[in-house]
């Protein structure tokens, strides 16, 4: 039997035809939905010790980017990369003060039941679920176009902090004061206090 092969205009049809697709799948509402389901997932999977990796491996690239991309000096690269991801640093510690704060095994806590328990189980969800999301988000973006995002110059950052900014710094400063009075005001002990950090730092503990 004789084998027919497709005509070579028609391929060339059926190529431009699909092209559209490629470059617009991230516009249609099912690859939303579908990045969203996983991105949730893989939150709900791991603990925050992996998603403080994917800060550190951020501003690592961040640091390559501004010193030997962009060229700038090593100080000013460093100030640079901590104020474009002081974002994910403050919600990355608001996470973890929240985990603490709200953790299942402290008396106040674990004497709670039936609605009130709920609210405590929701808050503490929220408060680790949507800082992982956004981190992971963030990330995400960064390695799909890692050789455009290194060569790409960025915006020359502004003189005075935004607003935003300001609203991530005192969250980030807060979140650093209630963890170091946390044993305190928990009444836990420097080891009870330590082993509740690293049941949440260790990136294999999922």
């Not at 084998?3 to 799948?25: C, D, E, Q």
């Not at 390695?143 to 110059?153: E, R």
Request: hydrophobic share 55%.
């Amino acid at each position: 039997m004789r084998t027919t092969y497709p005509h070579p205009s028609t391929t060339l049809r059926t190529s431009i035809a699909f092209r559209p697709f490629g470059f617009s799948y991230e516009e249609l509402p099912a690859f939303h939905a579908a990045y969203f389901m996983l991105a949730v997932i893989f939150a709900g999977i791991f603990n925050l010790g992996f998603f403080a990796v994917l800060i550190g491996l951020h501003l690592v690239l961040d640091f390559i980017k501004y010193r030997f991309y962009l060229r700038k000096k090593r100080a000013n690269a460093a100030f640079t990369v901590f104020r474009e991801s002081i974002a994910d640093i403050a919600l990355f510690f608001l996470a973890l003060s929240s985990v603490v704060y709200l953790h299942s095994t402290l008396p106040i806590i674990a004497g709670l039941s039936g609605t009130k328990l709920t609210h405590v189980i929701v808050m503490r969800g929220l408060a680790v679920l949507l800082p992982k999301l956004t981190i992971l988000h963030h990330t995400l973006r960064i390695v799909f176009n890692v050789p455009a995002y290194l060569h790409t110059p960025t915006e020359r950052p502004r003189r005075f902090w935004s607003l935003a900014e300001c609203v991530y710094a005192s969250t980030l400063c807060l979140s650093l004061f209630f963890l170091a009075i946390a044993p305190g005001i928990l009444g836990l002990s420097i080891a009870e206090f330590k082993e509740m950090l690293l049941e949440q730092l260790i990136p294999w503990n999922i």
